[in-house]
């Protein structure tokens, strides 16, 4: 069964203080893996979608990395507007997405 | 352009009774994917719908049922409600099924059973 681990489930960051998040994924046939920042009570953003080993993708502070097993979001120089839950999910050959619980980023000044 | 809108936004029902949430999805996408997110299980897959028809589906209760219309609107029906079933539920859509194409999410209904 396809599984999504995301790790640490919170982090606390210093401002400017940069910082990874772990994606961890199996899955046949991975066609996808999207992610995602959510606030408290809204829907999820979209940040990235990456689609094979080796690609990487960039947005401000923010820049996602893709291997075959897992994904990366690192975060530098992060600034208190970055606080949020960072979702990462997984879409393979039936075309759902499954998403990982989450980590949950707060950035003090 | 316009982003996905879900109405309504709030909900209180007690238990036993049944429930309609409404989605419009973002002009020009016509999938429109549903998930339920609760503090325990997460974001949980319950089903897609593409011209009308319903293209996937999750593990969830046939209480748990949906469908779409000619203009891709879609709207999400629960019945005989279960305190469990307190949760965001929240609508995406998307260009097309079966493809990468990002889901765009709407803002959610929060449902509270009491």
């Known amino acids: 069964e396809d599984q999504v681990t995301q790790s640490p489930e919170a982090l606390r960051l210093q401002e400017g203080e940069s910082s990874s998040l772990n994606c961890s994924y199996t899955v046949s046939g991975l066609r996808g893996l999207f992610w995602y920042r959510q606030d408290p009570g809204k829907g999820p953003e979209f940040l990235f979608t990456l689609y094979s080993a080796g690609e990487e993708k960039e947005k401000e502070r923010l820049k996602a990395t893709l291997t075959k097993k897992e994904s990366f979001l690192h975060i530098t120089a992060p600034k208190p507007e970055d606080s949020a839950t960072y979702l990462c999910a997984v879409q393979a050959r039936r075309g759902k997405l499954q998403f990982g619980a989450g980590t949950q980023v707060v950035v003090t000044p | 352009k316009a982003g996905v809108t879900q109405t309504p936004r709030y909900l209180i029902k007690t238990r036993g009774q049944q429930v309609t949430l409404s989605c419009s999805p973002i002009?020009?996408?016509?999938?429109v994917s549903w998930y339920q997110q609760t503090p325990g299980q997460g974001l949980q897959f319950l089903f897609e719908y593409f011209s009308e028809t319903q293209r996937n589906k999750g593990n969830f209760p046939g209480r748990f049922s949906g469908r779409q219309f000619s203009n891709s609107r879609s709207e999400m029906n629960v019945s005989t409600l279960e305190l469990g079933d307190s949760a965001l539920y929240l609508c995406?859509?998307?260009?097309?099924?079966?493809?990468?194409?990002?889901?765009?999410f709407g803002p959610g209904t929060r449902l509270t059973v009491l």
């Open positions: 002009s020009g996408h016509r999938s």
């Open positions: 995406a859509s998307s260009l097309e099924t079966g493809t990468t194409d990002t889901q765009y």
